[in-house]
């Protein structure tokens, strides 16, 4: 049987991690064992950290809508209350977007909250 070289597939897996360590710093994009440790170090985070990007998002519409309700003279969880047991059907990411780019529909909403409690 022939005697199979690495040499094609090593090469091209060497340059793959390479281009993928391509925005490091000294060492870390030009020698291999250093480039590699970088990438996967950072595929790791980014596996991470985009599940941690949805509680972090969803975190930041229920302080958004908890400050604009606040205004409206109810808590969050009251304001939430008040839209489901009116049937409200709307999500945190497009009330946070209300509150802060349209106060005037917001408050139709908070309106609709307060008889709905």
């Not at 005697?3 to 090469?11: C, E, G, S």
């Not at 391509?22 to 950290?49: I, M, N, P, Q």
């Not at 604009?68 to 009116?86: C, E, I, P, T, V």
Request: a positive charge.
């Amino acid at each position: 049987m022939a005697r199979v070289k690495t040499t094609v597939a090593r090469l091209k897996r060497r340059n793959k991690v390479l281009r993928a360590a391509k925005g490091a710093r000294g060492a870390r994009s030009k020698l291999y064992k250093t480039a590699k440790e970088t990438v996967e170090r950072a595929l790791r985070y980014a596996y991470r950290d985009r599940r941690t990007k949805k509680r972090d998002f969803r975190r930041l519409w229920i302080v958004r809508i908890n400050a604009a309700a606040r205004q409206h003279d109810l808590s969050y969880n009251k304001f939430m209350a008040g839209l489901r047991s009116a049937g409200v059907e709307i999500n945190r990411k497009v009330l946070a977007d209300l509150a802060v780019h349209d106060p005037a529909a917001f408050e139709e909403l908070a309106a609709v909250a307060k008889k709905g409690k």
